[in-house]
Every structure is written in structure tokens, then in C-alpha cells.
């Protein structure tokens, strides 16, 4: 490392400590951090699904290219993106999350820049993984890592509010898209995608982030750190990911993450086409989304304050239980009011499923390897996120309806609800008896 790059990096430093000493004194730090994760979840918009959806029908006309095999791209970038997740979740506990997030972000900038340039199949793909890979999987694990580290007693309450980042993603991204590639084409639309990224996120995680409260004296909450506590990384616990893949709870854990990822996955990708096979009308099948995204943003600080107050292996356990009422309750949907209900109790379950992904993995693991072992959650989430579509798809093309599908697909979350009763803290991880 030569002096000038020493010297930038303590000048750097410098300027983070004075913004730190300038705010902690107004309210605890981690509220902060908070807001720079919720950010970095909205920036990760570029990445995920609810974006792409707005281009599909552009980029298929221009390069030539059937909506089959832009899907089919799509799904096979999402795979091989997931199975870099561990890699990332390495790097984190290395390096830390806000310098994985800035390396992260830059990256994210130019896979914009790239996919912009596309012109075929193969560079579509990879354009697909990249961006999945980047902001889809690697960023929201850097945002859920740091709201992790920051916060204990209140985390559920804390990554609930992270998620409605997601939320905010949801209700900009695709508008935003859609006028841009309107406006100026889908090629710039995504430059513009690219610099937005850069702009919106660099300068809070140049400025602002820490990696642990350890780091500047403080423990999770915002409690002090006693002398005797220590402080640095050495005071951080936690189990390393071959300890945690030999626990009953990552199988507990990571079923039950499985399920909700594969089957919100399933809903999302063909709600509309199922409700209009059950004799809804388009127009009506197509607002289920808006309604879903109120009731999510609506409870989702209410399911955070649960996951905080109440024992977690029962909170986990009705979220798999909501996850049933979804699948079921959409087979039963025929009407404008049975469309709403079902928007509300879907909606619920996304508040449920956001919030576990980044509460699960501290909550019985510890902190202090918790990038590796989060990869690999985050991983297994998205593989069955990828392959959840498929049941439903078959039964389509084969007997016309996914009725009896959708219901045979509830015992996944149903059998994981049963197994939720066995799971325990394994031994090494310090938590609060209520939530045992």
C-alpha cells in the first residue's frame, strides 16, 4: 500500500469518525445505519424482477428474441448467481460489509453499463446473472448483514423497516423504467439505471457506514461496551459455518427459508395467470399487486416487533402457516372481494418472508460468521426461488389448472411448520430467553 493511498484512506476515515460524532449524539447510530441499508435494498431495484418485467417486451423486439428464451436466460443467470452467494458471504466476514458494499455497488453500476450493450442471447445471460448476482443477492445480504450487526433486541423491528426499501423498489423501479425506455430506449434507460446507482448509494457508504457498533464503542442497541466486554471483533459471537451446518437449525432454519422463497416466488410469477384461469378479470388480477404491497408495508413493522417480543421458533412457524393460507386461499379466489382478501393475506406473507430472511441467521448463529452462513441461506433461498415456478407451469401446460398443485404445494411450509417445534439455539449462541 503506498503513503498516498494510507493518507486517503486515513483522511477517510477521519471525515466518517467526525459525521459519527456528529450524529451519535442525536440518536443511537444504528438507526443509520439503518437508513443507508433500506437505501442500499431500493438501489438493489436494478436487479431484481419488478425491473426486468418492464424491459422483456423492448429487448425481445430489438434483439429478436421469443419471451421463452429471455425467461429462460432469466431463470439460468438466477442459478449460477446463487451459487456465488457463499463466495460473497465469505468476503463479508474478511472484509467487512461496507467495503463489500461499495465493491459491490461499483460493480452494479457497470453491470447497468454492460447489459445496456447487449446484443445477443449469450450476453443477455450474462448480463442477467450479473445484475442478479449483484443486486438481488449480494447487496440485500451487505444491507441485511450490517442491520444485523447493529441491532439484537430490536433486529426484527430493524430489518422490517430495512425492507420497506423493497417496498419503495417496487412502486419506483418499474415506472421509472418504463418512461425511461419510452422516453430515450432501453439501452439508456439502463445507463441511466447504472449512474443512478452509483449516485444514490457510494456517498452514504463513503460517508456514513461502519461495520459493527463494536467499532466505534457501542454494542447492538446501543448499549456501551464495559471493559470488560472488550471491543473490536473479538467480542463478537457467534458459530463459523461448519459449526452451523452440523446444528438441527440451519436444516430447520433453511427448509423453512426454502419454502418461503420457492412458493412467494411461485405467487408472484403467476398470480395473475391463476386468478384469471378462476374467472377474475384481468384488470381486477392485475391490481392484487397494489393492495398486496399496502397490506405488506402496512404489517411488516408489526411482524418485526413479533419476531423481537415473542419466541422465534413460534413466530417462524405462522409465517410458514401464512405461507399455507396463501397458497390454499389463491385456489379460492373467484370474485373482487376474494381477490382483495387474498391480496391482504399475500401481503402478509411477504411482510412475514422479508423480514425472516435477514433475522433468522444471527438469531441462531451468532454474528461473527454470519456473511458465510447467511450465503449460504441466501443461496438455497434463491435456488428455490428459481425452481418454484416450474410445478405450476406443468400443471398448465398438462391438465390446464393449478388448483390441485397449489394445494399440494402447501405441505411444503406445512411440513416445515411441524418441524419449526424442534428448533433450538445450538449451543455456543447467546440469546434472550423470551425468544427461546
Not at 448467481?81 to 458471504?89: E, H, K, N, S, T
Not at 389448472?401 to 399440494?408: G, H, Y
Amino acid at each position: 500500500m503506498t503513503s498516498r493511498t494510507r493518507t486517503r484512506q486515513g483522511t477517510e476515515r477521519s471525515v466518517r469518525a467526525a459525521v459519527f460524532d456528529a450524529l451519535a449524539p442525536r440518536w443511537f447510530y444504528g438507526w443509520t445505519i439503518l437508513a443507508v441499508a433500506a437505501l442500499a435494498i431500493f438501489v438493489s431495484g436494478p436487479g431484481q424482477s419488478h425491473t426486468f418485467s418492464v424491459f422483456v417486451g423492448p429487448i425481445g423486439r430489438e434483439l429478436g428474441i421469443s419471451n421463452a428464451s429471455i425467461a429462460s436466460a432469466y431463470g439460468l443467470a438466477t442459478v449460477a448467481a446463487a451459487f456465488l452467494l457463499p463466495f460473497i458471504g465469505r468476503l463479508v466476514d474478511r472484509y467487512g460489509p461496507r467495503r463489500m458494499t461499495l465493491v459491490v455497488v461499483l460493480l452494479l453500476g457497470v453491470a447497468c453499463l454492460a447489459f445496456a450493450a447487449a446484443t445477443n442471447v449469450v450476453w443477455l445471460t450474462l448480463g442477467f446473472a450479473a445484475l442478479r448476482f449483484f443486486g438481488q443477492g449480494s447487496l440485500m445480504l451487505n444491507s441485511a448483514n450490517l442491520v444485523s450487526q447493529w441491532f439484537s433486541r430490536r433486529r426484527g423491528f430493524a430489518l422490517s423497516l430495512m425492507a420497506l426499501g423493497f417496498a419503495a423498489s417496487m412502486a419506483a423501479h418499474p415506472p421509472l423504467g418504463q418512461y425511461l425506455a419510452t422516453t430515450i430506449g432501453w439501452r439508456q434507460a439502463w445507463v441511466v439505471l447504472g449512474v443512478l446507482t452509483w449516485a444514490l448509494m457510494l456517498p452514504p457508504v463513503l460517508l456514513l457506514v461502519w461495520d459493527k457498533p463494536e467499532d466505534r464503542g457501542l454494542a447492538p442497541d446501543g448499549a456501551p461496551v464495559t471493559p470488560q466486554e472488550g471491543s473490536g471483533p473479538t467480542s463478537v459471537s457467534g458459530l463459523t459455518r461448519r459449526e452451523a451446518l452440523r446444528t438441527p437449525a440451519f436444516y430447520i432454519v433453511t427448509a423453512g427459508w426454502f419454502a418461503m422463497a420457492m412458493l412467494v416466488t411461485t405467487l408472484h410469477f403467476y398470480q395473475v395467470t391463476i386468478l384469471k384461469a378462476q374467472g377474475v378479470a384481468p384488470e381486477v388480477a392485475a391490481r392484487v399487486f397494489p393492495v398486496s404491497a399496502l397490506a405488506m408495508v402496512v404489517t411488516m413493522p408489526f411482524v418485526g416487533r413479533m419476531f423481537d417480543g415473542f419466541r422465534t421458533r413460534r413466530v417462524f412457524a405462522l409465517a410458514l402457516l401464512v405461507m399455507v393460507g396463501s397458497l390454499v386461499g389463491v385456489t379460492l379466489v373467484h370474485d373482487v372481494v376474494t381477490s382483495v382478501l387474498y391480496a391482504i393475506v399475500f401481503g402478509i406473507n411477504n411482510a412475514f418472508s422479508m423480514t425472516m430472511f435477514g433475522y433468522v441467521w444471527p438469531r441462531y448463529f451468532g454474528r461473527r460468521h454470519l456473511g458465510s452462513i447467511q450465503g449460504v441461506g441466501q443461496m438455497i433461498g434463491v435456488v428455490g426461488a428459481s425452481l418454484g415456478p416450474l410445478p405450476v407451469g406443468v400443471a398448465f401446460d398438462v391438465v390446464g389448472s393449478a388448483t390441485l398443485t397449489l394445494r399440494l404445494l402447501a405441505l411444503i411450509p406445512a411440513g416445515c411448520m411441524i418441524a419449526a417445534a424442534f428448533l433450538r439455539t445450538p449451543a455456543g449462541v447467546a440469546v434472550n430467553e423470551r425468544l427461546e
